[in-house]
T-cell receptor, first 114, second 114 residues
Framework: NAGVTQTPKFQVLKTGQSMTLQCAQD?????MSWYRQDPGMGLRLIHYSVGAGITDQGEVPNGYNVSRSTTEDFPLRLLSAAPSQTSVYFCASSFVGGANYGYTFGSGTRLTVV | GQQVMQIPQYQHVQEGEDFTTYCNSS?????IQWYKQRPGGHPVFLIQ?????EVKKQKRLTFQFGEAKKNSSLHITATQTTDVGTYFCAGPGFGSSNTGKLIFGQGTTLQVKP
C-alpha cells in the first residue's frame, strides 16, 4: 500500500514557468486536498475535492488550478510561477466522515521559484 | 472567514515537563482533528474529537473538545524527546460539517531539552 504519492520531491522553477505537481493515492479515498506550508503560516488549503469531478477553492487558490478526473489522482497546476509560490506543498487524502479517520499526507514537494 | 488559532506558537520544555497547546475557532466546529509533524516530515493524523466536552487519551497525550465546540486542547504529560515536532489542530471549513475542507491552525512547535 503506497498511500499518498507526490512527485516530484524537489523542483526549481523560473518565474513565469508553469508546472504540474502530481498526487496519487491508492486507498480509494473520496477526499483529496492540496496544502502549502510556509514558515509560521501553518498549513493553508489551496484546493480540495470531495470526489471525482468535484473540486473547490480553499483559502489560497490564486495562481493554482486543479482537476479530479479519477478518484486516485489530484494534480495541482501552477499557471505562471512566482517567487511567492516558493513553499512546501502537501497533498492529502481521506475517507468521508468517520470518527477515526483523518487525512493521510504525502511526503511533500519542495518548490523554489527563482 | 473561519479562523483556527493556536497558542502558543513555540514552546521549549525540559524533558519530563508537561506541555499544553490550545486551539480556538471563531465558529462552532462539528469536529476537530489533531496532527503531529516531525521536523522535515509530513503531518500525521493523531485523533478526531466530535462530541461536546469529549476527552480522549493516547498514552501520555490527552485531547479535549470544549463544551461549546469552539476550542480544544492537547496536553502531553512528562514530555520525551520523541514528542518534538509541530502539533496542529484542524477543523472543517466554515459552512461545512464534513472534513473535506479542512482548515488548519498555525501549529505549536514543541522543543524538548534532554
Amino acid at each position: 500500500n503506497a498511500g499518498v504519492t507526490q512527485t516530484p520531491k524537489f523542483q526549481v522553477l523560473k518565474t513565469g514557468q508553469s508546472m504540474t505537481l502530481q498526487c496519487a493515492q491508492d486507498m480509494n479515498h473520496e477526499y483529496m486536498s492540496w496544502y502549502r506550508q510556509d514558515p509560521g503560516m501553518g498549513l493553508r488549503l489551496i484546493h480540495y475535492s470531495v470526489g471525482a469531478g468535484i473540486t473547490d477553492q480553499g483559502e489560497v487558490p490564486n495562481g493554482y488550478n486543479v482537476s479530479r478526473s479519477t478518484t486516485e489522482d489530484f494534480p495541482l497546476r501552477l499557471l505562471s510561477a512566482a517567487p511567492s509560490q516558493t513553499s512546501v506543498y502537501f497533498c492529502a487524502s481521506s475517507f468521508v466522515g468517520g470518527a477515526n479517520y483523518g487525512y493521510t499526507f504525502g511526503s511533500g514537494t519542495r518548490l523554489t521559484v527563482v | 472567514g473561519q479562523q483556527v488559532m493556536q497558542i502558543p506558537q513555540y514552546q521549549h520544555v525540559q524533558e519530563g515537563e508537561d506541555f499544553t497547546t490550545y486551539c480556538n475557532s471563531s465558529t462552532t466546529l462539528s469536529n476537530i482533528q489533531w496532527y503531529k509533524q516531525r521536523p522535515g516530515g509530513h503531518p500525521v493524523f493523531l485523533i478526531q474529537l466530535v462530541k461536546s466536552g469529549e476527552v480522549k487519551k493516547q498514552k501520555r497525550l490527552t485531547f479535549q473538545f470544549g463544551e461549546a465546540k469552539k476550542n480544544s486542547s492537547l496536553h502531553i504529560t512528562a514530555t520525551q524527546t520523541t514528542d518534538v515536532g509541530t502539533y496542529f489542530c484542524a477543523g472543517p471549513g466554515f459552512g461545512s460539517s464534513n472534513t473535506g475542507k479542512l482548515i488548519f491552525g498555525q501549529g505549536t512547535t514543541l522543543q524538548v531539552k534532554p
